[in-house]
């Protein structure tokens, strides 16, 4: 079982940002840019996956237990023409539910995204301060010095598109990151989308998109 | 259940374990310190942590209060004692900022349209204040001019 990381990572001065928030047009140049940081992306570099249940219990948002079984029972599902009420796989469609009409735990999805991007940060040698409590951001982490302070929001997903998906999730953040420096002009953030890419066979692709802000 | 890692746990870790008071202590020297270096962002962030470990400290007490009035004064008084016992008399000048009842004040009036959202906002602290107060405040008209 395997976790592949990609990373796209880029600087964004705290003016250009002000203007790229400003309208329509600026959102649409800094989309794009977004885009471009993305085709840039480094990787897969390869790691084992870790004790998800551990990482689930340390940054999930919700309290699930062994999501990494929910979401296996729902690809397993899947291969099949389809399967009783009970949960019986069985190849006679008008007597059972259709594969098409399953969708899997939305709980389960977010929670291994949220400790797959909780584990990603510590392998960066980061340390959590917290969830907020305000709207706009799913983690706070901090780097080893305590001098940078990293915004993140996560996404995760079984579907396609993963990277636009980062982009927008980028724009909603860096909005927030806007206010922040607002209010807080001298330090230095990096905001950080991470998406996870839920696969079969428990294999995950997580993706780092990174702007330092400064 | 977590494990218990075998370094010194961070606040984040702390609460998550539900060791509140030790992590009570440690996000109010978070606090202090991201006062000391200017950082706004990040004092707010320890203080909303703070505040949200004294509501869920109110629940496990099963503490009701008659009124959100009340709530707020007991939570701010909790706070104040943290911040000023949690700093010994050698290093408390150096954080008279985060000790101070004006700022402190400043920083629960922030907080209270986030615990008591207007309409049907959603209450994002890991305790709807509301469970805290008396039925009788929760139902209470307005009163007549």
Known sequence: ???????????????????????????????????????????????????????????????????VQDIAKFF???RHRGFTPGGIPTPYPPLAILPRDIKPS?????????????????????????????????????????TITLISSVKATQGPDIEGRLCEAAIDLLEYVGNVVLMDPVSPFDCSVIGVVIRPQSNYDLHSLRIEVR | MLEKPDFEQTPYELKRLGNLGKALE???????????KKS?????????????IVLMRYMQQKQCFPNKQSLMTQAQHELEEVLSNVFDKTVAQRYVRATSSEYISDQMA??????????????????????????????????QA
């Open chain 1, 76 to 78: 397993e599902s899947n």
């Open chain 2, 110 to 143: 922030r907080c209270e349209s986030m615990l008591f959202p207007r309409g049907r906002g959603k209450v994002r602290f890991s305790v709807d204040p509301s469970w805290l107060v008396s039925e009788e405040e929760a139902f209470s008209h307005p009163k």
């Open chain 2, 26 to 36: 440690g996000y109010a020297v978070e606090f202090a310190t991201a006062l000391d």
């Open chain 1, 106 to 146: 939305n709980t389960a999805i977010a929670t291994i995204g949220e400790a797959l991007a909780g584990w990603y940060l510590e392998q960066l040698n980061m340390t959590c301060l917290s969830r907020p409590i305000s709207e706009g951001a799913d983690l706070v982490f901090r780097d080893a010095h305590g």
């Open chain 2, 40 to 52: 706004q962002f990040l004092a707010e962030e320890c203080f909303n942590q703070m505040l949200d």
């Open chain 1, 1 to 67: 079982m395997i976790i592949a990381v990609y990373e796209a990572r880029g600087p964004m001065a705290k003016t250009d940002l002000g203007k790229a928030l400003k309208d329509r047009s600026g959102k649409t140049g800094l989309r794009q840019h977004l885009r471009n940081l993305l085709n840039r992306k480094v990787g897969p570099t390869n790691y084992n996956t870790p004790n998800i249940q551990f990482f689930e219990d340390k940054y999930g948002e919700q309290i699930t237990h062994d999501a």
